[in-house]
């Protein structure tokens, strides 16, 4: 069992920055795949971006690319993604995820395939 709570989130201005971590306990997160989903107003919980337990290697959804920055520091067991040149279609509730699954020449882009997830925390985007 891996423990994880997610903090960060608040509101900024649109082209704004923002970082949320995901800090995790009970397992060093280097054994799991990490990921981030988010799920706005009306829609689907979406996925955003993931890190590989396998090899560190990173995905992103189109939507995300060029803005968003996943990465992991063992030495605190946190996830981090970095969201710069902030738009308001980015609001919505943040949450991270993980799973054992050794994926190695495949990224976990759907929900269905992590196993613990953490409480979110919402960012809102102004205009």
């Known amino acids: 069992q891996v423990q994880l709570v997610e903090s960060g989130g608040g509101l900024v201005q649109a082209g704004g920055s923002l970082r949320l971590s995901c800090a995790a306990s009970g397992r060093s997160l280097s054994i799991y795949t990490m990921g981030w989903f988010r799920q706005a107003p009306g829609k689907e919980r979406e996925f955003v971006a993931t890190i590989r337990r396998s090899d560190g290697n990173t995905n992103y959804a189109d939507s995300v690319k060029g803005r968003f920055t996943i990465s992991r520091d063992n030495a605190k067991n946190t996830v981090y993604l970095q969201m710069n040149s902030l738009k308001p279609e980015d609001t919505a509730v943040y949450y991270c995820?993980?799973?054992?699954?050794?994926?190695?020449?495949?990224?976990?882009?759907?929900?269905?395939?992590?196993?613990?997830w953490g409480q979110g925390t919402q960012v809102t985007v102004s205009s």
């Open positions: 995820a993980a799973t054992r699954t050794y994926y190695m020449s495949t990224f976990a882009k759907k929900d269905s395939e992590y196993d613990y």
